[in-house]
Nanobody, 124 residues
């Protein structure tokens, strides 16, 4: 059974930082592209960041580029999202997701496994 469990969310002031973690089990973690997706209240889910398994290539939404960093530790089956210079518009539930394949993708339909999410709230 595949499980993705996010942690590290919380309340932070604008300009602050948070680090999200996602522990994976039940899948061939090291061969999957992993991603972070978020959903703000009343809005659709939005791709945030992804990291490919083999060469560690990472890719980001324009809205977070330069502020967020995704990384992975295949030995620990864990993916991280370091979030700096947070803005109130970053407030959302953040989901960890594993793709069905190995390619870099921002298509949410390509992510077949999802965690339950962790809330990030940025106050102004």
């Amino acid at each position: 059974q595949v499980q993705l469990v996010e942690s590290g969310g919380g309340l932070v002031q604008a300009g602050g930082s948070l680090r999200l973690s996602c522990a994976a089990s039940g899948l061939a973690f090291s061969s999957k592209t992993m991603g972070w997706i978020r959903q703000a209240p009343g809005k659709d889910r939005e791709f945030v960041a992804g990291i490919v398994w083999k060469n560690q290539h990472s890719f980001y939404a324009d809205s977070v580029k330069g502020r967020f960093t995704i990384s992975r530790d295949d030995a620990k089956n864990t993916v991280y999202l370091e979030m700096n210079t947070l803005k109130p518009e970053d407030t959302a539930v953040y989901y960890c997701a594993a793709s069905r394949g190995i390619l870099a993708t921002v298509d949410l339909n390509s992510y077949g496994y999802w965690g339950r999410g962790t809330q990030v709230t940025v106050s102004s």
